[in-house]
């Protein structure tokens, strides 16, 4: 069997040498958790992104990750492409039912029992901006299921994955970080 490591990338403002699954300000794909993709650029933008919105540098993480021995020891879920099951789970998540609310200096969300999934990784395909705006379209009745899914094919190549436990990020190394 080949080398099944791969390089990983997590775009941020901060360099986070050991990864943590903390409370989200809004819903996301795949639930809480720690996303990365394994796209370079795509991290690059996330960290731009992030950089715009709070004035510090855009920072790329870069780990190690052995995939193959992560998806034979815990439970996984991927979806290829922009399914209606890799849909309906994103519009599942996207909800904000699907999590409580914390309160403090912020709203913090967190997931909800029973209404997220269990899986310690879940992988596939990014429902950016523009997805999140049809979904919205479509949750309040003035698009159909239909005209959803033909905007969800027509967009650019991307992927993540969400580490959703502990055990699934133990599977993730720290290798570097580059400024962007």
Not at 81 to 90: A, E, H, M, Y
Not at 169 to 177: A, D, I, P, R
Request: charged share 30%; proline share 3%; aromatic share 10%.
């Amino acid at each position: 069997m080949k080398n099944s490591v791969i390089h990983v990338f997590h775009g941020s403002v901060f360099v986070v040498k050991n990864p943590e699954i903390r409370p989200v300000t809004r819903p996301l794909d795949f639930g809480v958790g720690f996303y990365i993709t394994t796209l370079k650029k795509q991290a690059e933008h996330w960290a731009e992104s992030k950089a715009k919105k709070t004035g510090q540098p855009s920072i790329v993480n870069v780990y190690n990750l052995n995939l193959a021995e992560l998806r034979k020891s815990l439970s996984t879920k991927g979806f290829k492409g922009t399914s209606d099951n890799w849909l309906d789970f994103v519009l599942r998540h996207r909800k904000e039912s699907a999590y409580s609310l914390l309160t403090g200096k912020r709203p913090l969300l967190v997931a909800k029992q029973g209404v997220h999934h269990s899986f310690d990784l879940v992988s596939g395909e990014v429902a950016d901006d523009d997805i999140f705006d049809s979904i919205e379209l479509y949750e309040s009745g003035v698009i159909s299921k239909d005209e959803l899914r033909r905007r969800v094919k027509i967009k650019r190549k991307n992927d993540q994955m969400c580490f959703c436990t502990e055990e699934a990020l133990s599977f993730l190394y720290f290798k570097e970080h580059y400024n962007v």
